[in-house]
């Protein structure tokens, strides 16, 4: 007969070189997860949550009470996150993670933002711990089988929220200061030490958004001092004639198009700079 004392140390010699995290048993969830994220400007919108099935049942007023905290899904509590500060139907929000929680009502509901995004359910929510509340009116909708939220881009600047479950759709607004958060990084990278591409990069985003067009002219102009290229004269073409200075502009642009052709850029990018030279100045 083997010594007990042997074997029990063998097996501590054993469990001792065995992986500090064995392989877990993960069985499938009845309300899936699920995850969406979009984009405004720079900033990034995520939504994470579990997709409860209607299965029939009486949803609102039944399965989910009137007037009773919900996690806006099953499971976890439904997160929300944003890179940068935001606005949520005009009330700002630090930048951050959220718990996303609803007050469900016949006429009109509760949109509930929580600082503890990390607990089960509603069922360690406390009123304290809110960020944000605020209502909304509820809309009618086909029926959506699985609950699901999408994040619409409305603007340059934000986005519509929509919850869909059973018949019921739960919208609301998220706007963000795109401009301000660009320039902000934009100033923050000029007053370093910028390359080229910065102050390129820097340009076309002031004609994009129309500002500090004035600015852009001085930035284009460090650019060619720095290096010369091709998108650098477009880009100078192109604030010179948002300036309305046209005769300059087309001396720019033909710098561009030449670089272009000895560069072997490709017709399709040489020509639609000669059709932009057609608009600004016709034949």
Do not use: C
């Not at 949803?59 to 009137?66: R, T, V």
């Not at 340009?203 to 500090?212: D, G, M, V």
């Not at 290229?229 to 720019?252: N, T």
Request: charged share 25%; net charge neutral; proline share 6%.
């Amino acid at each position: 007969m083997r010594n007990p004392v042997a074997l029990s140390l063998l097996l501590a010699a054993a469990l001792s070189i065995a992986p500090s995290r064995a392989e877990e048993i993960k069985l499938p969830q009845v309300s899936p997860g699920a995850r969406v994220v979009q984009s405004i400007g720079i900033t990034d919108v995520e939504i994470s949550y579990h997709r409860p099935a209607v299965k029939g049942r009486v949803i609102w007023g039944g399965l989910e009470p009137w007037g009773k905290v919900w996690r806006m899904g099953a499971n976890e509590a439904t997160s929300i996150s944003f890179t940068h500060p935001v606005k949520l139907e005009g009330r700002e929000v630090p930048a951050g993670k959220y718990a996303l929680f609803a007050i469900p009502g016949q006429d009109r509901w509760t949109v509930v933002l929580n600082k503890e995004h990390k607990q089960w359910g509603a069922f360690g929510y406390k009123e304290s711990e809110d960020v944000l509340r605020f209502d909304v009116k509820p809309e009618a909708g086909p029926h959506t089988e699985w609950l699901t939220f999408n994040i619409v881009p409305d603007s340059r600047t934000s986005a519509v929220v929509e919850m869909a479950w059973e018949k019921v759709r739960i919208p609301f607004k998220i706007e963000v200061d795109v401009d301000g958060i660009v320039w902000s990084r934009v100033d923050a990278v000029l007053a370093a030490t910028p390359k080229p591409n910065d102050f390129m990069m820097a340009t076309h985003y002031a004609l994009e958004s129309n500002t500090r067009i004035a600015e852009a002219a001085a930035w284009i102009d460090k650019a060619l001092s720095l290096k010369e290229h091709v998108w650098a004269y477009e880009l100078k073409a192109r604030v010179l004639q948002r300036q309305g200075r046209i005769d300059e502009a087309l001396e720019s642009l033909d710098k561009a198009i030449a670089m272009g052709r000895a560069q072997n850029l490709g017709e399709d990018f040489v020509g639609n700079l000669e059709k932009l030279r057609k608009e600004w100045k016709p034949v």
